[in-house]
Nanobody
Framework: QVQLVESGGGLVQAGGSLRLSCAAS????????MAWYRQAPGNQRELVAI???????NYADSVKGRFTISRGNAKNTVYLQMNSLKPEDTAVYYC?????????WGQGTQVTVSS
């Protein structure tokens, strides 16, 4: 069983930056695929950024050039660096891990961008 814990959300003004962190526990093996999703009120959960085996990355068009997903030095940690934040980035951000074909989710962290 994999457990995910996010941190780093908060309130920031438009144009500002935040860094989200996610730490996975429950396995000593490397989790190849980890991702960040977000869900705004009234909207479906959407993929923001994903990092896969070999550290390949992919981003939603809405965040390309502003957000960066990366792995930490500690095994099974992942970060989401968010720059040039916009009010439309306001959402609950969820860490996701795919392990043995199962999806695992963190509890979510709120990001609020004021205009």
């Amino acid at each position: 069983q994999v457990q995910l814990v996010e941190s780093g959300g908060g309130l920031v003004q438009a144009g500002g930056s935040l860094r989200l962190s996610c730490a996975a526990s429950g396995t000593t093996f490397r989790i190849n695929t980890m991702a960040w999703y977000r869900q705004a009120p009234g909207n479906q959960r959407e993929l923001v950024a994903i990092i896969t085996s070999g550290d390949g990355t992919n981003y939603a068009d809405s965040v390309k050039g502003r957000f960066t997903i990366s792995r930490g030095n500690a095994k099974n940690t992942v970060y989401l660096q968010m720059n040039s934040l916009k009010p439309e980035d306001t959402a609950v951000y969820y860490c996701n891990a795919v392990w043995y074909s199962r999806n695992y989710w963190g509890q979510g962290t709120q990001v609020t961008v004021s205009s």
